[in-house]
């Protein structure tokens, strides 16, 4: 990313950008109040509802809602506010619309207006859980009868200034500016922390039974979720925490941890996080579950990281197949113990868990179980 | 500033900021009902005449009596013609 050589102090300038595509086919009057990252969500959201075969009746029926998480609003939208304001004090300057963009549930209301949704329309705002945190408050309204089909997921648009919040914390991988492509590394001994990536993951939640009524696709049913705070650091994860929130979502999904057919771990490849989230995983499965991380594949896509991730590892459970941690090559003996995945492995997943580590201590996990 | 050139600015800022065609830009066009401007458009439309023109209109009264696109460069012609004096 050359373009972030501009900042003085950011060590990284690794990113993994994704290519915005077709936004024009969005009317105009929808797309002003649009950042990338609602454009991103609203996409994702096309495509999935055309996937689960949602009828347009159903979209405007009380009976559907949306929640969409994102670490901010589109930071892009937010610079772009400031630089026009910051010199000038005239907010006459400032577009009718930037707002919309800027706001923290942008992503969900975007969705919301764009489809026209009369359910719940909700953000959680969970930094790098958000995405994850959205699918579990949706299984939530779905299973306690408050709504019948929930848009969940969580969106998030690359932007220097993001970058830079990690990388203020030395969280940022800078040693691989000019191989990028070897960075970042999940539980390797030569990572050195995370590269931003962008994007939305979107999946439909249904009520079970009216899913299976109607003939729906289903690629898996969720039997467990779970949310805890650490109460212990706003920015560095804790074994500790993350042992009590799987465990306490396995207890809620009423299965003991060797049934978990795979892992997919949050994983960013910083030093710390790497670290703590082996040892949980190593406390609880030992070295039996194969476990495996996205990030060295899309980078890390934060908010939406949770529901991009869950929804290649619904693919994984498709197709019997586990995606290897890409660029670990040799683990950290700290990440030892485990079950890592370092070459394609062919599996059947009956149960696979995922997990989410956010700044604030937040952490989030959720089973999934593939349909009988 | 001649009439000509406040009509081919002011399409411009149509056609830059809202995507609409050319084709629809005659001054009888209803800025509302024909060309699908609503109230937030009419605040970044504001914005973008001030941009281009080099002048303030956010709190002019005239603003608000404006229906066409006709009506919208006659106003900008006489704001042009006011600050010239």
Known sequence: MPQWAQYKGLHCHVGAPAQLTDEKLIPRQNRRSMGRLSIFAVQATQQAIKDACIPGTDIASGRLGCVIGSTMGSAESIAEAFETLVPTHDLAQLPSTKFFQCVSHTAALNVGQYLGITGTVMSTNAACASGLAAIGFGYDLIRTGQQDIMICGGAEGLHETVVGSFDVLYATSSGFNQNPRQTPRPFDAKRDGLVCGEGAGIVILEDYDRARKRGAKIYAEIIGYNTIGNGAHVSESNREAIVSCISETLAKAKIAPQEIDYINAHATATIQGDKEEAAAIRQIFGAKTPLSSLKGNIGHTLGASGAIELIASLIMMEKGLIFPTLNLKEPDPECAGINHVMQPLAKKINLLLKNCFAFGGINASLICKKPD | ?85
């Open chain 2, 1 to 85: 500033m001649t009439e000509a050139e406040v009509i081919k600015l002011t399409n411009e800022v149509f056609i830059d900021s809202f995507e609409i065609e050319q084709s629809k830009l005659i001054p009888q066009a209803n800025i509302f009902n024909d060309l699908g401007l609503d109230s937030l458009d009419i605040v970044d439309l504001v914005v973008a005449l001030q941009k281009k023109f080099g002048v303030t209109i956010r709190d002019d009264e005239r603003v608000r009596t404006i229906r066409t696109l006709g009506d919208l460069q006659n106003f900008i012609l006489t704001i042009k013609k006011e600050i010239q004096k």
